[in-house]
Structures are given as structure tokens and as C-alpha cells.
């Protein structure tokens, strides 16, 4: 009845180890635990069909070297089959050394020749073709290694029983090293039929459980790690708030990595802080950490991940939070880094009792880590945006206000000087008619100094109106003869010619196109330059005026003198407000130092170009281009 | 003897001009805020107002200037510190002003633009048309009377003149030139946009549409031209 039975399930066995090793196979031979895990499958499939041939030979009449193959499959899958299932145990909980699949591959080399030696010698095949199997005496050498790797097995599960991620594959693998003890019994009882059936179907069990644990299952949740990694992506790139995106950064790591909780630290003036929490109590929220304190320094330090199996066994520093060392089990702390500067740290955590995270969870959260820090970068670098943005425009608002502010203040301090201006000058003009005509030189001299004075502070305060004006005012543009602007501005200057001091030439071309300009403000501009060249031109020499065609669609007007010139060291600053070089020669010329700075601003606003070449004692040259109409 | 009114905020401004026209042999009254001057403009029908724009309390110079304006033509002269673009000139003129003078200016300039605006102000006999009508403007310049469509027009004394010299001168262009001579005087010469501003306050109240002129009419850059108009 039990062979019966055995028969069954070492059909079964075999035809499931089959499928399933192809399956392992076909999926990925890369991954050592697919390796052992193949390996275990070879071992109870070459196990199962020798006590499947075993079992047959009791029923049918099979050849002798035949049921000699068969027994000695049997037992070397059977032996076998114990040490890849201690391998594949040691690989499930992570245990694993270096050199350690050569060390698996050589321990089964010599266990099996050792099982392939032993039972070739002691398998007797009776005269009726039946063969006396099973009798195992209990031989201590064998007892020894089943003892051994059967133990060590236990010993692994048990201890890494957190790590393996269900349940099945610690009771399957329970239940085969029970049912290998059970072929220790006396073999009377039959007790190595019980044992196979036993040993078959909790390797059925463990595998089935291996499959989906480690390939379905992550298959799956690959699908959802892919789901996640969309939703992270779409959070970001919708641009809602930094505040949004972390919180769906937290959740979707907690949720990814079946973690109890996740924290997301930022680096701000400096500091690291506790911004986001998932399932951390709020109260953390803004927290700083000291320099150096916790795994979250550390790892924004190395910019590496840090993975710890047990937060309070294996982080021997300050802790990151108050109840870290108390409530943490399992932790992964992953940089977040932009570009080569991290700007923060991710951490998904485990509670005590809770999942170990492997290295494929750094991996994934590294992942993460990456997304979250493009969409942290991207949000400070908006908000930065945005703040420059503001603050330019507060800075121009401010300026315009200043610029108000600035016309206002022209205009009250025109007021404010000219009345006391008026008032002196009226009264001086009054002491000028009361005074004797006989008063002594020094008196009549200081009131010349007084009235010069005055009328040099008029000259400044108009100038500096005529500048407000010229640079706040709008111009009338409309097209005039460049012709006709010469000889108005000869007209208005007609005074300096008459003096005959300087000979005053004017030269314009003929049939120059029409300019674009507000007439009034131009012929100011030039008014400015000659009534320049006139008084810095000493007597005898000559001043002129040229009008001709410039580069491009442009007239342009030359104002040249033989007079003394701009030293090269004053020539940078005579566009510049308030600038009077300082020049032997010329301290009999009076001016306000407004003169080209204000020739300056009209030129601009007529988006023409104003310059100059001069040498000292030769003459100077003022070149204006203004464009045609 | 002429009667000036002397209306500026600063003690130091009036007391100096006032002692120069008292000097020169005006009768001068100095008033220090627009207010006082009004009443004494009601008190003494002075021949001139002398007016300071800004003034801190109550009514300020172009206030004053309308005020006046409301009730007769008498000459009235600016006197502005705060003055910085022709626009602000043109209003003060368009307020009634016959003058408008810029702080700060000496005294023998403002005595000689006193004399010139009181000499426009006087009935000139020596005109040789006294009297036009053509049914929708009547003028007669003997009694200095305007009418328009029957009804009597207020000019002030600047714009009496005025057109004066361009009737006196009508169906021939008058230089600007010419015009600053003729009705303000030699010493405006300079002041060009005077023509301008009062020949549109004076088609203003004249024309029928002032925007497009068929007494004054205007020859571009050169002058202006009154071309009487058939009689209806």
C-alpha cells in the first residue's frame, strides 16, 4: 500500500521537478539562488526517478545493473538533494560567503562519489530479481552528514526565518529534513517509503513556494514597482507643489518596499531636516540633525546607500530620530543626489518585528532616490526662479518709485532754489542802483563775484532742467531738412559769431535726406556741441559745422574746433553728469558740466550715436548720427 | 501813475520788486497769498497783477489769474519758479496770463517787460481799421468790443492787440518775428511760442470751429494771416 503510494508520488515528484526546473531554467540561470534552486530540482529529480525505477523493480522483474542504477540514483539525489537544499537555504536567508557556490558544488562532488561508493557496494540483489533494499544500517558517517547538513538547515531557517518571504518555504523545508530523519528509522517500519513520500512532497511544497516567492511574486510586484515609478514621474513633471511631490515620493517607497515608514530629509542652510514623513510621527517634522548624526548624515556624507538589518544592533551613532533605536528594525538609507552634490536622503524603514530589506530594495530605492531628487532640484530651481523674478521685479518697481521720486525732487528743488535765487538777485540789482557809483574797486569787485556766482547757480539749476526734461519728456518726432537745423542753429548762436572772437564755418551737404528728430530738442544738442567748441576755442581760431551722410541710412553732423582739446585722461567721463575737466586754459569758461551729458541723453532717445575724437591743443570733434526719416 | 499788484509768497521777492517799480514810479501794492491779492484787485482795479504760480496757502497764481480773468481783462504777468517744460508755460498763458516770466529774472527785465505789457494794454489810436463786421464777427477796436454771433467776447489786453496787428495786416502773412515786435515788444523776440499760444486762445474764442481756422490762418513756419470773410 505505501510503495502504492510512494510509486504515486514519485511520479508526481518527477514530473513537477521537471517542470519546474524548466521553468527555473528557462527564467534566469543567472541569480545563485536560481542556480541552487535548480540544482535541488536536478537532485530530487534524479532522486525521484531512481526510487521510482526502485520501486518498480519490486513490482516488475528489471535487469540487475538497471535496479543497481536506479538505487544508486536514489540515494545520491537523496543525499544530495540534503546538501543543495542546506545551499539553497543559505542563499533564501542570505547567509551566503565568498567562494561559497564553489564551496556547495565541491562539498555535493565529494558527498556524491562518497553516497555513489558506498551504495554501489552494498546494494544486494536477491535470486528472484527483487531487490533487499533499504537496509540502511544505521551508519555513522551517514548519520553524521544528515546530522550535519539536515541541522544546519534547521539551524539557518530558524535563524533567518525573517528574511525568507513566506512562510511555505520554512515549513516545506522543515518537513523534508523531518521526513530525511524519518529514513533513519528502522527500516523494518518501511520507514524510507514514508520517508520519500514524505521528503517528495515537502520538496514539491518548498519549491512551489520558492517559485512564487522568488519569481512570481517579484514578477508581479514589478509590475507595480513600474506603476509606482509612473506615478513618482507624473508627480513630478505636473509641477505641483515640492510639498506634494515628497509626500507621494514617501508613500509610493513605503508602499514599493512594504516598509512601515519613510522619512525624507533635505538639506536647507546647511542642515539636514526632516521635511516629510510617512508614518513617522508628525512631531519630527523640521527636525535638524546635528553634523554626523544618524546613518542619514552618513550616507548624505558618502553619497553611497546604506542598508542595516537591525537599526539598533548594527548603527552604533547618535540616532536619527529619538525613537529610531527603539522602533526600527530593518532600515535603507538612500542619497539624494542631483547632478555630484547630494541635496538630502531618503529612509525607508521597518518596524522591529517587520521584513529585512535585501539589496534589491537599495537598488529600487536608489531608484526612487534619484526621481526624488530631480523633482526636489526642479521645484528649488523654479522656486528660485520665481523668488529672482519677484525680487526683480520688486527691484524695478523700486527704481521707478526712485525715479518719481527723484523728478519730484527736481522739481521742488528748482522751486526751492530758485526763489532764494530771485530774491538775491533782485536785491543785488537793487544794491547795484543804491551804491554810489564812486564805490572802492574791492567793493565793486565782490559784488561781482556775487552776481557771477548767482548766475552760475542759475546756470546749474537750468542745466539740470533742461536734463530732466530732455530725459523724461517724449519727443515730437517728425522729418526735418538737416539743412534747415544748421541754420537755425546758426541763427541761435548768433551772438558767438558776432563777437568775431572765432571764425564760424558751415558746411552741408547737398540734397541730404530728410532725419527723423524732435527739431527743438536736436537743435539743442548742437547748440550745446558749437556753443562748446566756441568756448573752448581760443580767439583766431574756427569752429564748424558739418552736415553730411553717415554710415548707413543715417545724416551725420560734425562739430569741429581748433581748440584746446580733451586730455585723454578726462576723455571716459565727458558724458558723465557734473564733469568739467580740469584743463589749463579754460577756467574763464563758464558751465554747468550738463551740457553733454544732456547732448548725450537726446542723441539716445533719437537712437542715434554721439562721439568724439580730440587731441590735446589740436581741436576737438564731436561726431552726431542721427537716422533718416 | 500805474497801479501794480504784487502777489508772491516770498517776503524777500515782492519787497525787492516792489521797491524797484516804486522806483521806477509805479504805485505798488505787495500782497503775500493769492487771496489778499484778489481783494486787493477788487479794492484798487490796478493796471497790472504781478502773479507768483506757486504759493502754499489757498488759491495759487493761475487760480488768481482765472479769477481775475472772470470779471475784466486787466494785464496780468507770471511769475514762476517751478516752470520747467513749455507745456507748463502754455498753461499758465491758456489761464488768462499776458506774460510768463521763469525765476529768476533781473529787474531791469522784469521793469522793461512790466513797461511792454502796459504799453500793449493801452488803446492804440494809431490803427488804421477801427471797425469790422461781416455779420458773425464784429470788431471794434476803437472801444476795444468783440462780437461773435451778436455776442460780446471778453479779450484780454495781449489778445486785443493781437489781433489788432493781424487785421491792420489782413490778406498778408505776418511774420512771427514781426508779430513778437509789433504786439509784445522788442524784447520778446526770443519768447517764439508766444504767437502760438495765443493765436489758438484767440481762435478759440473767435472762429467757428478752431480747429479749422477761417480768420487766422496759419502759413506754416513763416506766420500768421487774417483773411477777411465775405459779409453775409
Redesign the interface.
Known amino acids: 500500500m505505501l510503495d502504492t503510494i510512494a510509486i504515486l508520488v514519485n511520479g508526481l515528484t518527477l514530473a513537477l521537478a521537471f517542470g519546474l526546473l524548466l521553468i527555473v531554467l528557462w527564467y534566469d540561470v543567472l541569480k545563485p539562488l536560481h542556480q541552487f534552486f535548480g540544482v535541488f530540482l536536478l537532485l530530487v529529480l534524479v532522486w525521484n526517478a531512481g526510487a521510482l525505477l526502485t520501486q518498480a523493480a519490486l513490482v516488475v522483474t528489471l535487469d540487475e545493473p538497471l535496479v543497481r542504477i536506479a538505487v544508486t540514483a536514489m540515494e545520491l539525489g537523496f543525499s544530495g538533494a540534503s546538501v543543495a537544499l542546506f545551499a539553497l537555504t543559505t542563499i533564501l536567508v542570505g547567509a551566503q560567503t565568498r567562494r561559497f557556490r564553489l564551496l556547495v558544488f565541491l562539498t555535493l562532488f565529494v558527498v556524491l562519489i562518497y553516497r555513489a561508493l558506498v551504495s554501489l557496494g552494498s546494494t544486494e540483489v536477491a535470486a528472484d530479481g527483487s531487490v533487499q533494499l533499504l537496509n540502511y544500517q544505521a551508519q555513522p558517517l551517514l548519520l553524521a552528514f544528515y546530522l550535519i547538513f539536515d541541522g544546519m538547515t534547521l539551524y539557518l531557517i530558524w535563524r533567518g526565518r525573517r528574511k525568507i518571504r513566506t512562510q511555505e518555504i520554512v515549513t516545506g523545508i522543515s518537513v523534508f529534513v523531518i521526513g530525511q530523519g524519518l529514513s533513519f528509522l528502522n527500516p523494518d517500519l518501511q520507514s524510507f517509503a514514508l520517508s520519500t513520500i514524505v521528503c517528495s512532497l515537502a520538496a514539491l511544497s518548498t519549491s512551489f513556494a520558492i517559485l512564487r516567492a522568488e519569481i512570481l511574486t517579484p514578477l508581479s510586484e514589478r509590475m507595480s514597482q513600474v506603476e509606482a515609478i509612473h506615478r513618482v514621474s507624473l508627480a513630478i513633471t505636473s509641477q505641483i507643489a515640492l510639498d506634494t511631490v515628497l509626500e507621494q515620493i514617501a508613500v509610493q517607497a513605503a508602499k514599493w518596499l512594504r516598509a512601515e515608514a519613510v522619512g525624507i530629509w533635505l538639506i536647507r542652510d546647511g542642515k539636514l531636516e526632516l521635511t516629510t514623513v510617512y508614518n513617522l510621527p508628525e512631531q519630527f517634522v523640521h527636525r535638524q540633525l546635528t553634523v554626523g548624526q544618524g546613518i542619514i548624515s552618513e550616507v548624505v556624507r558618502s553619497r553611497q546607500a546604506m542598508r542595516l538589518e537591525d537599526y539598533k544592533r548594527d548603527w552604533g551613532g547618535l540616532p536619527d530620530l529619538p525613537v529610531a533605536r527603539d522602533t526600527f528594525g530593518s532600515v535603507i538609507a538612500a542619497p539624494l543626489t542631483y547632478g555630484q552634490e547630494a541635496i538630502g536622503a531618503l529612509m525607508v524603514i521597518a518596524a522591529r518585528d517587520g521584513r529585512l530589506f535585501d539589496r534589491d530594495d537599495v537598488h529600487l530605492l536608489e531608484l526612487l532616490g534619484a526621481q526624488a531628487a530631480v523633482a526636489i532640484s526642479n521645484s528649488t530651481l523654479f522656486a528660485d526662479q520665481q523668488a529672482l523674478a519677484q525680487q526683480i521685479l520688486k527691484d524695478v518697481n523700486q527704481l521707478k518709485e526712485l525715479d518719481r521720486m527723484k523728478n519730484e525732487m527736481v522739481r521742488m528743488t528748482s522751486h526751492d532754489l530758485k526763489n532764494p535765487l530771485q530774491a538775491a538777485m533782485a536785491n543785488l540789482d537793487l544794491l547795484r542802483e543804491d551804491l554810489p557809483t564812486t564805490i572802492n574797486a574791492d567793493a565793486a569787485k565782490s559784488i561781482d563775484v556775487i552776481e557771477r556766482q548767482l548766475l552760475r547757480m542759475n546756470r546749474i539749476i537750468r542745466g539740470i532742467l533742461d536734463l530732466e526734461r530732455a530725459r523724461t519728456g517724449s519727443l515730437k518726432f517728425e522729418a526735418v531738412e538737416p539743412a534747415r537745423l544748421v541754420m537755425e542753429t546758426e541763427e541761435e548762436l548768433r551772438h558767438f559769431v558776432d563777437e568775431g572772437r572765432v571764425r564760424f564755418e558751415i558746411d552741408v551737404t547737398e540734397n541730404l535726406p530728410l532725419i527723423a528728430c524732435d527739431s527743438e530738442q536736436l537743435k539743442r544738442a548742437l547748440i550745446n556741441l558749437v556753443e562748446n567748441a566756441f568756448k573752448f576755442t581760443p580767439a583766431g581760431g574756427v569752429v564748424r559745422l558739418r552736415a553730411c551722410a553717415g554710415d548707413g541710412r543715417t545724416v551725420r553732423f560734425v562739430i569741429e574746433d581748433t581748440g584746446v582739446g580733451i586730455p585723454a585722461e578726462a576723455q571716459p567721463f565727458v558724458f558723465d553728469r557734473f564733469y568739467r575737466a580740469n584743463q589749463s586754459g579754460t577756467e574763464h569758461v563758464s558751465g554747468s558740466g550738463l551740457g553733454l551729458s544732456l547732448v548725450n541723453t537726446v542723441i539716445e532717445k533719437h537712437h542715434g550715436k554721439l562721439w568724439f575724437t580730440s587731441e590735446a591743443g589740436q581741436g576737438t570733434a564731436f561726431y552726431v548720427e542721427v537716422p533718416q526719416a | 501813475m500805474h497801479k501794480i499788484i504784487i502777489v508772491d509768497d516770498?517776503q524777500?521777492?515782492r519787497e525787492?520788486?516792489g521797491?524797484?517799480l516804486t522806483?521806477d514810479g509805479f504805485e505798488v501794492t505787495v500782497c503775500e497769498n493769492g487771496l489778499e491779492g484778489l481783494r486787493a484787485f477788487h479794492a484798487q482795479h490796478p493796471d497790472l497783477v504781478v502773479l507768483d504760480i506757486?504759493m502754499p496757502e489757498g488759491m495759487n497764481g493761475l487760480d488768481v489769474c482765472r479769477r481775475i480773468r472772470e470779471i475784466d481783462d486787466t494785464p496780468v504777468m507770471m511769475l514762476s519758479?517751478?516752470a520747467?517744460?513749455e507745456d507748463d508755460i502754455i498753461e499758465g498763458l491758456n489761464a488768462g496770463a499776458d506774460e510768463y516770466l521763469i525765476?529768476?529774472?533781473?529787474?531791469?527785465e522784469?521793469t522793461a517787460r512790466v513797461r511792454a505789457l502796459l504799453r500793449r494794454a493801452q488803446v492804440n489810436n494809431n490803427d488804421t481799421v477801427q471797425r469790422y463786421d461781416d455779420g458773425y464777427l464784429a470788431v471794434d477796436l476803437q472801444r476795444r468790443h468783440v462780437y461773435v454771433n451778436g455776442r460780446r467776447v471778453h479779450l484780454t489786453p495781449t489778445e486785443y492787440k493781437l489781433l489788432a496787428v493781424l487785421m491792420d495786416n489782413s490778406g498778408r502773412v505776418v511774420q512771427q518775428t514781426e508779430l513778437l515786435e509789433q504786439v509784445w515788444g522788442r524784447e520778446y523776440l526770443n519768447d517764439i511760442y508766444y504767437p502760438r499760444v495765443y493765436i489758438s486762445q484767440l481762435r478759440r474764442k473767435i472762429e467757428k470751429d478752431a480747429a479749422n481756422p477761417q480768420y487766422i490762418l496759419t502759413e506754416h513756419r513763416i506766420g500768421y494771416r487774417f483773411e477777411k470773410q465775405p459779409g453775409v
Do not use: M
Open positions: 516770498e524777500a521777492i525787492a520788486l521797491r524797484k522806483r506757486v519758479a517751478q520747467i517744460s525765476k529768476p529774472v533781473r529787474l531791469n522784469f
